[in-house]
């Protein structure tokens, strides 16, 4: 890694930054060697220049050494607990070995909870089953079964390894033994932490305009700053100067340095920061917990949502949402009682409806045997998380589905009243679990597809006898079932009424929902247990033989209820969404239907693929997919990269989602990466955003307020760059008219950080359009500030400029109590001195009298609070828009006038800043010379409305059309005209001797 000083260093590679710099180093230096100063104002500019820049390094350096984390947690996941085999197969545990030291064709002992230490082949399983949790690396919700059987296909993606074990996954059921094949680097996790540490991080679009501003307003201010040196070269030995030339260049070599500082929006970072930071506190609300404070603002300008499927735009809770028993057989044929379950959570809550209409589970005598199979066919059960105040699953996804259905469908009417929220998680299924008793229980096998519990009844009788009750995949219990279940009757199956039952279940498969099915059978007489052989797996089989089907449910994970109405709401604003998943691709675009992403009848042969078909398309044809495509199934890591890669060479600007180590580098790369709040730290760690909820519709409420603080830092940075455009002009303009200083560095220093910055923030508050999310993403390379904004705020500042002036010479030419100078003499009054007859009875000193930079000071920093309210709306009217609909923005600039007070009136600061307290008449000029930036700015604003930008004020009319006066007054605010009108007349109507300066 980069040592501490390389990383201060990088902190000074910014243009503006190197530009404050040299002018803190000349500073101090023409400070050092200043004569007839007082040391504390010679120094305090280069200190306070040196003391922005030190405190942003430090910010810079934390934000950097914040991302080696990252490399930490991934580190941490190389230490494992193993179990090898040595000395003639003996187990041995050797605790925290590093995977380094792991070899590669060494034997593997696994066992339940273990975690694999490297990528292994397996080569025996030692138990019925085995199941690993690789939801880490695959992102797959669910454990996957594993054998021991080849992959031929050599282009098998990781989801279908079955026979293989990979590093920093979980044995969730049984135990193997394995060959190591790969370890540290080599492994799958291992290529993504070096895909994840050589993955550079995209700049946001706001950091990339914000430097494009920094090149070309550096380029400006040098040719300013050479400018007004040049301009002046006939001055350098004017007798101020003692004729000496060299004091002369000295002297406007200062004021060219002035001129840099007053160029630099020294506030800006600070505002921004502050206004991102806001940004953040009202997400978090919203459950958005940004981690990256530019990404606040890059998620305004998102044009494509990549999420995961699972726990995002699904619940991750598996429901059971349909399920059919048999009503009648004639003959060959049968008719079906369907039911559909509503509830898409683990709360033990719903109905059940036929043709939609509700009905009681109890009077149907197979609905009662299929709740009594989901109940003790089941490892599962609820539990409900007081802390978080939901139900959640102990067990199986799909175990827990059925545990859920058993409790919606309350087949003995259990009386569920006054039950606590922790008894009414199970208590259906412990009345079920109260009449029989299991016994034992066939685990799942991959050869029969089904797994069986055999269950004795608590009070034996001549009628009550021991069952199997048997689950699984339909195709595979079917075949071993030779009569089905109707009402109490048991009736053969024929071939038709096997066709009917399968043809339902091929439709709900593959149909809209692409339900995940299981068929429920029994074994009304199975064998004593005293005569089954329960070591040998194999013989299961021959137990689950001679069943009665007794119906079928369909599950899935269902879509979170919001979901929907957010897509729409993506379309409306112009988002492509973009699912991305590891399951398989009907259960994707079934999904994608039903949520919106994809229409009912839409051909999604171009919009929907797999990873594998993705790979074999030539490089012309991925990037076209990318641009069209909305569903990618079946996906590893190294595609996620690849589509935000596509998608960025588009130009989009891409949220991506990701909860598994697997998903940090696309997080990293993509412009926005949102982690779950469920996810793992590395997942979290390369991320911009954690969803606390892991909700797909706080993406869309975190883009929606992404989109209102660009607006309003928009009207700030427009705001600040004008009150600087206005403070350029005002040096620039002071130097060619040859006037004294009218503003100092310290001045501008104080102006531009504190005086101008907390109306800049309050501006962050600014209330947001109606119909922020009925526009397209914007562009993000529109500019920052387009033509006609530049003309206005270049208007603005031009006037901001020559008021500062203006208040300044005012004070000069017609003041009471000021000198009364001609302008000849203020414009050439370096060649003042007793022997000069253009000065005679002029006393050279009052050109350093401090009254003039206060004038000039105060009309500044009053100007910019009118200029404050101006920027309450872009091309809104002050009269429709008063200043209390940001109450922020009226305290802010309350402060402020505060803080300009303070330095005028208290001691010592007049000094520091080289001014002295104003009398009345002296304030009433100065609100005189400022308030009519208000008036420039409405005309503005109205030629803006009406002839640049029609329609975008929906209440004013075109300028073309007459209108009546109630139309015209529309939505004026009456209280704000009728307050200001008599303030401004009685202001205008005082003397203050404001127009004899225009007439001498």
């Known amino acids: 890694g980069k040592t501490l000083l390389e990383l201060v260093i990088e902190q000074f590679e910014d243009l503006l930054v190197r530009i404050l710099l040299l002018a803190a180093c000349i500073s101090f230096v023409l400070a050092w060697f200043e004569e007839g100063e007082e040391t504390i104002t010679a120094f305090v500019e280069p200190f306070v220049i040196l003391l922005i820049l030190v405190a942003n390094a430090i910010v810079g350096v934390w934000q950097v050494c914040r991302d080696f984390y990252i490399k930490s947690q991934i580190h941490l996941c190389s230490y494992w607990k193993v179990i090898f085999l040595a000395d ?74 079955k026979n293989m074990l990979f590093s920093g996954t979980n044995i969730a059921a049984g135990k193997a033994m394995g060959v190591v094949i790969a370890t540290g680097v080599n492994t799958e996790i291992g290529k993504i932490r070096d895909e994840m540490v050589a993955t550079e991080q995209e700049r946001t679009p706001l950091q990339q305009k914000l430097d494009e501003f920094g090149e070309q307003l550096s380029k400006v201010i040098s040719l300013i700053c050479i400018a007004v040196w040049i301009i002046n070269i006939g001055h350098f030995n004017d007798p101020v100067h003692g004729g000496s030339w060299i004091r002369g260049a000295i002297y406007y070599f200062k004021i060219a340095v002035a001129l840099a500082v007053a160029a630099i929006p020294e506030g800006l970072p600070a505002v921004i920061t502050t206004c991102l930071a806001l940004g953040t506190r009202r997400m978090a609300k919203k459950n958005a917990i940004v981690r990256s404070l530019p990404s606040v603002e890059t998620l305004g300008c998102t044009s494509v949502i990549c999420s995961d499927k699972t726990g995002t735009l699904t619940t991750n809770q598996m429901s059971v949402c349909r399920m059919f028993i048999l009503d009648r057989v004639e003959g060959d044929s049968c008719s079906l009682n369907e039911f559909t379950v509503t509830g898409s959570t683990y709360a033990p809550m719903g109905e059940v409806h036929k043709d939609d209409k509700l009905i009681k589970c109890s009077q149907y005598d197979g609905l009662v045997e299929l709740a009594t199979i989901c109940a003790l066919c089941n490892d599962s059960s609820l539990d409900y998380n007081e802390a978080k105040g939901v139900y959640e699953k102990v067990g199986e996804a799909t175990e827990t589905a059925l545990t859920c259905l058993v409790e919606k469908m309350n087949v003995f009417d259990t009386d569920l009243k006054g039950l606590s929220r922790i008894e009414r ?107 089954m052989n329960l070591e040998d797996s194999s013989n299961f089989i021959n137990y689950e033989t001679n069943l ?215 501006l962050g508050f600014n209330p947001p359009d109606l119909d922020i999310m009925n526009k397209p993403p914007r562009n993000p390379k529109e500019p920052l500030i387009s033509g006609w904004l530049f003309f206005r705020y270049l208007a603005i500042g031009c006037y901001v400029g020559a008021a500062t002036v203006g208040a300044a010479a005012w004070w000069f030419i017609a003041a009471d109590g000021g000198p009364k100078v001609s302008f000849y003499q203020l414009s050439h009054f370096l060649q003042c001195k007793e022997d000069n007859p253009d000065f005679y009875g002029v006393d050279c000193v009052v050109f350093e009298s401090p009254y003039p930079m206060t004038m000039a000071l105060s009309v500044l920093v009053t100007i910019e609070m009118c200029n404050a309210l101006n920027s309450l709306s872009e091309n809104q009217s002050l009269m429709r828009m008063p200043p209390w609909e ?115």
């Open 886 to 1000: 940001n109450i922020w923005l009226v305290g802010a600039i309350c402060l402020s006038m505060s803080l300009h007070f303070l330095i005028l009136y208290v001691e010592p600061l007049p000094i520091i800043f080289q001014i002295t307290p104003l009398n009345v008449t002296q304030w009433l000029m100065v609100l005189k010379i400022s308030l009519p930036v208000i008036l420039l700015d409405e005309t503005l604003k109205y030629v803006a409305r009406n002839y640049l930008e029609p329609g975008k004020d929906d209440s004013v009319r075109p300028a073309t059309k007459p209108c009546a006066l109630s139309a015209c007054t529309e939505g004026v605010s009456w209280p704000f005209v009728f307050i200001t009108m008599p303030l401004v007349i009685w202001l205008y109507s005082t003397d203050t001797n404001f127009s004899d300066m225009f007439w001498s």
């Open 548 to 762: 009665t089907f007794v119906g079928c449910v369909g599950m899935l994970d269902p879509p979170r209820i919001e979901v929907a109405s957010s897509i729409k709401l993506c379309r409306q604003a112009g988002i492509r969404v973009i699912m991305i998943t590891g399951d398989n691709k009907g259960t994707a675009v079934a999904i994608c239907r039903r949520i919106g992403i994809f229409v009912e009848d839409e051909d999604v042969s171009t919009k929907a693929f797999t990873g594998r078909e993705f790979d074999e398309l030539s490089l012309a044809a991925q990037r076209d997919a990318c641009h069209h495509a909305r569903c990618f199934a079946r996906v590893e890591p190294s595609h996620k990269s690849k589509i935000v890669e596509f998608l960025q060479s588009f130009d989009e600007i891409t949220a991506m989602t990701g909860d598994g180590v697997n998903d940090a580098p696309a997080l990293k790369k993509a412009e926005i990466g949102i982690a779950m709040g469920s996810g793992t730290a590395v997942a979290k760690t390369a991320s911009e955003m954690v969803l606390a909820d892991d909700n797909f519709s706080t993406i869309v409420a975190a883009v929606e307020e992404g989109r209102a603080i660009y607006n309003n830092m928009k009207q700030f940075i427009r705001y600040l760059i004008s009150s600087n455009v206005g403070e350029v002009v005002c040096i620039f303009l002071t130097a060619a008219l040859g006037f004294p200083e009218a503003l100092i560095p310290v001045q501008l220093l104080w102006v531009n950080l504190v005086t101008d910055g907390l109306p800049a923030t309050a």
């Open 425 to 531: 998680a199970n208590a259906c299924n412990s009345v079920i679990k109260q009449l029989m008793k299991k016994e034992f229980t066939l685990e799942f096998s991959r050869d029969r597809k089904s797994m069986s519990v055999y269950c004795t009844p608590n009070k034996p009788s001549r009628t009550s006898m021991s069952k199997m009750f048997v689950k699984g995949a339909p195709e595979g219990v079917i075949d071993r079932c030779t009569h089905v279940r109707v009402g109490n009757a048991k009736i053969p199956l024929t071939s038709g009424i096997k066709q009917k039952i399968m043809s339902v279940i091929r439709e709900w498969g593959t149909g809209r929902d692409t339900l995940r099915c299981l068929a429920l059978a029994t074994h009304d007489n199975p064998p004593k247990k005293e005569e």
């Open 88 to 161: 003639g197969g003996k187990r041995c545990l050797v605790s925290n070995l590093s995977n380094s030291k792991i070899l590669t064709s060494s034997c593997r002992f696994f066992v339940v909870g273990d975690k694999v230490p490297a990528d292994i082949r397996i080569t025996s399983i030692k138990s019925t089953t085995l199941r690993v949790d690789q939801s880490i690396l695959t992102g797959e919700s669910v454990s996957v079964i594993k054998h021991t059987d080849p992959v031929p296909d050599p282009r098998a993606v990781n989801q279908d390894k």
